[in-house]
T-cell receptor
Framework: GAGVSQSPRYKVAKRGQDVALRCDPISGHVSLFWYQQALGQGPEFLTYFQNEAQLDKSGLPSDRFFAERPEGSVSTLKIQRTQQEDSAVYLC???????????????FGEGSRLTVL | GNSVTQMEGPVTLSEEAFLTINCTYTATGYPSLFWYVQYPGEGLQLLLKATKADDKGSNKGFEATYRKETTSFHLEKGSVQVSDSAVYFCALILRTGRRALTFGSGTRLQVQP
């Protein structure tokens, strides 16, 4: 597609449910990032993929959070046993370049807004 | 650690007013600096960037100069328009180590006609 696509745009989950958020990056983009954005805050880094390799997952807040990009394209962020503090907008971003060419120029999707009741 | 501090919003201006949004940073290395903008209902998009000291990034009438001595990257525009109403995020990325953007908390700009 022309841009980064995320689904679902809105998700309401009951506490304890598992959720899966999908990201379709721009075709051919090597790097893929997940960020978490709480209300009124800036995006916080969660994890980074270069192609199918997850090179940095230091931002994942707990072992309930898991991300994958098995074929180096589409990525899924999974949150198990959701808690109220997981409520946020989850942003996906992609970049044409890998680590060595990283320029900070990212293309963001519109985000998936998760509300945990 | 690395961090970005922005002035709190909202900033409310009349059309054609001068805009300044302050941004300062702390970094363990030599960062590149960015301003991203989020228009209502849209994803973040890159507005401008600067990769070394004294560089000036510019786009759509917005400018920001990389000031290493004051660790600042203030965003300016001489004459704002209603269409500039958005949330503006200052961000940095290091040249080594974690190659992910670190963002400030964002500043909402509201321009009134």
């Amino acid at each position: 597609g022309a841009g980064v696509s995320q689904s679902p745009r809105y998700k309401v989950a009951k506490r304890g449910q598992d959720v899966a958020l999908r990201c379709d990056p721009i075709s051919g983009h090597v790097s893929l990032f997940w960020y978490q954005q709480a209300l009124g805050q800036g995006p916080e880094f969660l994890t980074y993929f270069q192609n199918e390799a997850q090179l940095d997952k230091s931002g994942l807040p707990s072992d309930r959070f898991f991300a994958e990009r098995p074929e180096g394209s589409v990525s899924t962020l999974k949150i198990q046993r959701t808690q109220q503090e997981d409520s946020a907008v989850y942003l996906c971003a992609s970049s044409l370049y890998g680590l060595t060419g990283a320029t900070g120029e990212l293309f963001f999707g519109e985000g998936s807004r998760l509300t945990v009741l | 650690g690395n961090s970005v501090t922005q002035m709190e919003g909202p900033v409310t201006l009349s059309e054609e007013a001068f805009l300044t949004i302050n941004c300062t940073y702390t970094a363990t290395g030599y960062p590149s600096l960015f301003w991203y903008v989020q228009y209502p209902g849209e994803g973040l998009q890159l507005l401008l960037k600067a990769t070394k000291a004294d560089d000036k990034g510019s786009n759509k009438g917005f400018e920001a100069t990389y000031r290493k001595e004051t660790t600042s990257f203030h965003l300016e525009k001489g004459s704002v328009q209603v269409s500039d109403s958005a949330v503006y995020f200052c961000a940095l990325i290091l040249r080594t180590g974690r190659r992910a953007l670190t963002f400030g908390s964002g500043t909402r700009l509201q321009v009134q006609p």
